[in-house]
């Protein structure tokens, strides 16, 4: 997300006004971001915490990257769709017996929503005129909500932000496009 999203930014602020919608998830409420093992090299992996701290790392970039893109005619918000009938379940562990697979399977799959409705707050942030020129902000489904308090935190933010660079070998000069330089080893 932050590499593609900051190589595209000269060109969707040459078509302003752009909105850019980062999909998170309510997950977001459970992470954490470890900078001394961001990519899980000195920790045991753990498939959920991963995932909870992937969709923090969305919120927070969102909310740093509304704060850069000021003025230029590009917002940027992230948001949970909901949860939705998709295989997620199969690379997070969440039905790793076959007993939960059997009696909580058919249950989840009842109460969850369809692609095509999960679709719908993506549309919506993309177009409703309402929110023209709202930025940095985190919706649940169609409703702006609060983050995380973590997903709040400025410092944080910046930190990632410059840890992303740094990882991805991006250069960014304020105010102006980013431009790729080679890889570093990580």
Known sequence: HFLLTNLLLDKLKASAPSRIINLSSLAHVAGHIDFDDLNWRE????????YC?????????TR??????????????????????TELGRHTGMH???????????????????????????????VAEELEGVSGKYF??????????EAEDEEVAQRLWAESARLVGLEV????????QSLPQI
């Open 53 to 61: 701290q992937s969709k923090l790392a969305i919120v927070l970039f």
């Open 173 to 180: 000069s304020h105010g102006s496009s980013a431009r790729a």
């Open 140 to 149: 649940d489904g169609l409703k702006e909500k609060a983050p995380a308090p």
């Open 64 to 85: 740093e990257l509304s704060r850069r893109l000021q003025g230029s005619g590009v917002t940027v918000n992230a948001l949970h769709p909901g949860v939705a009938r």
């Open 96 to 126: 790793s017996s076959a007993f939960s697979n059997f009696t909580l399977g058919p249950i989840f799959w009842l109460l969850v929503k369809s692609p095509q409705l999960a679709a719908q707050p993506s549309t919506y942030l993309a």
């Open 43 to 50: 920790r045991k992996y753990n498939t959920k915490a991963a």
